[in-house]
């Protein structure tokens, strides 16, 4: 008798082994709350949209009728507007949806409390004492769609928790300028133009499985609470030459991105902007985007490597080494890396520069040339990413090097991927280098 059960025993630690070995892998489960999050804000937003279906469905066939109920009507238009505004979707499918949001929401539980278990016998504590909050929101709150617990009349409508496409983006975007009465697209007194980004959730950072990822690029969690003003291209020479009085690029073309211009050049000059006559009337306040910032204004409700899909897609959206001079230089990504002395020499040899803003298609947000063209500084020092899920993030209080984003004209595509950083010291100036501003959003601004 003992020896079965000495032999169950050892037959079940046996059994044990691989799940504890999968447990010792941060970067394991890491990437399984990365899938959990994505999965599950993947079926919100296919709640949103069948509702979405239902209530088109619904209108259409009431207009379709030989006397159209036209108080019918208006009140099908208030539901599609509740439900893009605030996230509440109508009473007569509330029940359907509610009860599918709720599984939605225990499938993430389940994962998240998974996770915090592995992360834990993977002495991270630290990762796992991050997931607890979320945890208790969806015990509490399962049944809401993501983001909704936190919006509202008081507090604006729903904010943008990605994935979602561009005509969500463009939807989202007009939500929060009716709400906060102003436009889309706004312009200030130099002619700088503006897109309304709004407040948002996104996964910053890179999937463990990421073709091409970085390993200081971790993914994490970021909410960013505030709506915000984004250039909507990068800052040109016309317009530094305008606040500034110089030009200090080497390529001169008005409209052409502002170049050699160092971190402190691109501080000083949303000092001075902010200081004109106009501006200080309107009360707008310029800086660099934060590094969270930029990359939601480069994601513009995106999950994948970069903002509008597939890379052969590049050369529509960003000037790279690839297309940015004479002819298109036909390198693999492969062939790259196995010889970037190459791909060097050949951009010499085709004369490969920037190009005027704007020329190329923008992203989901209405941005232009996150992508490529020239790097941009952002606010933040360089540093690691915290793990856990962040509010408004400004990076770490101190460092040597400020951080870079989006890839620029001499580099090979999967140089301009989403989440690649760069950084340099902030004195540091170059010819594939410029910046793009943000104005912060105040009352004074919404009047």
């Known amino acids: 008798m003992w020896q079965t059960r000495l032999q169950m025993v050892l037959a079940a630690l046996v059994c044990c082994v691989p799940v504890v070995a999968a447990a010792d892998n941060l970067d394991d489960i890491d990437k399984r709350v990365h899938d959990g999050r994505a999965a599950y804000i993947a079926e919100s937003n296919a709640i949103v949209a069948e509702i979405h279906k239902e209530i088109d469905a619904?209108?259409?066939?009431?207009?379709?009728?030989?006397?159209?109920?036209?108080?019918?009507?208006?009140?099908?238009?208030?539901?599609?507007?509740?439900?893009?505004?605030?996230?509440?979707?109508?009473?007569?499918?509330?029940?359907?949806?509610?009860?599918?949001?709720?599984?939605?929401s225990g499938t993430l539980m389940s994962v998240l409390n998974e996770a915090r278990r592995d992360y834990v016998r993977a002495k991270g504590?630290?990762?796992?004492?991050?997931?607890?909050?979320?945890?208790?929101?969806?015990?509490?709150?399962g049944s809401s769609l993501p983001g909704n617990s936190t919006s509202g009349s008081a507090d604006g409508p729903a904010p943008a928790v990605m994935p979602?496409?561009?005509?969500?983006?463009?939807?989202?975007?007009?939500?929060?300028?009716?709400?906060?009465?102003?436009?889309?697209?706004?312009?200030?007194?130099?002619?700088?133009?503006?897109?309304?980004?709004?407040?948002?959730?996104?996964?910053?950072?890179?999937?463990?499985?990421?073709?091409?990822?970085?390993?200081?690029?971790?993914?994490?969690?970021?909410?960013l609470t505030k709506p915000l003003l984004v250039g909507a291209y990068e800052v040109t020479q016309d317009q530094y030459q305008k606040v500034m009085g110089s030009n200090p690029s080497d390529q001169k073309e008005g409209s052409n991105p502002v170049t050699h211009v160092s971190w402190n050049d691109a501080m000083a000059f949303c000092e001075k902007l902010s200081q004109l006559p106009k501006e200080i009337e309107g009360r707008k306040v310029y800086r660099l985007p934060t590094e969270a910032e930029w990359e939601n204004a480069c994601r513009a409700g995106s999950t994948t490597r970069f903002s509008f899909g597939d890379v052969r897609l590049i050369d529509q959206y960003g000037w790279s080494g690839r297309n940015s001079g004479m002819s298109i230089i036909e390198l693999t990504?492969?062939?790259?890396?196995?010889?970037?002395?190459?791909?060097?020499?050949?951009?010499?040899?085709?004369?490969?520069?920037?190009?005027?803003?704007?020329?190329?298609?923008?992203?989901?947000?209405?941005?232009?040339?996150?992508?490529?063209?020239?790097?941009?500084?952002?606010?933040?020092?360089?540093?690691?990413?915290?793990?856990?899920?962040?509010?408004?993030?400004?990076?770490?209080?101190?460092?040597?090097?400020?951080?870079?984003?989006?890839?620029?004209?001499?580099?090979?595509?999967?140089?301009?991927?989403?989440?690649?950083?760069?950084?340099?010291?902030?004195?540091?100036?170059?010819n594939n280098r410029g910046f793009r501003v943000v104005c912060e959003i105040s009352d004074a601004n919404t009047k």
């Open 164 to 223: 979602f496409d561009v005509k969500r983006a463009k939807q989202l975007q007009l939500n929060w300028a009716r709400h906060l009465k102003v436009g889309v697209e706004s312009t200030n007194s130099v002619g700088m133009k503006f897109v309304l980004i709004p407040p948002s959730e996104f996964m910053m950072g890179s999937a463990i499985t990421e073709s091409g990822r970085r390993p200081d690029e971790t993914p994490h969690r970021v909410r």
């Open 125 to 141: 504590d630290d990762k796992a004492e991050s997931l607890t909050a979320e945890i208790e929101r969806l015990r509490t709150d």
């Open 333 to 430: 990504e492969e062939q790259y890396e196995a010889n970037p002395a190459e791909f060097a020499k050949r951009i010499g040899s085709n004369k490969c520069q920037h190009h005027r803003v704007g020329r190329l298609k923008p992203n989901a947000w209405g941005l232009f040339d996150m992508h490529g063209n020239v790097a941009e500084w952002c606010s933040d020092w360089y540093g690691e990413y915290p793990p856990e899920t962040v509010v408004n993030p400004t990076g770490p209080d101190g460092g040597t090097q400020r951080t870079v984003r989006g890839g620029n004209w001499f580099d090979a595509p999967n140089f301009l991927l989403t989440a690649r950083r760069g950084r340099s010291e902030p004195h540091a100036s170059y």
């Open 58 to 104: 619904k209108e259409e066939m009431e207009r379709d009728r030989a006397n159209p109920n036209l108080d019918r009507i208006k009140s099908l238009k208030a539901d599609r507007e509740r439900l893009d505004e605030d996230g509440k979707y109508p009473t007569w499918v509330a029940a359907k949806f509610k009860a599918r949001q709720l599984k939605n």
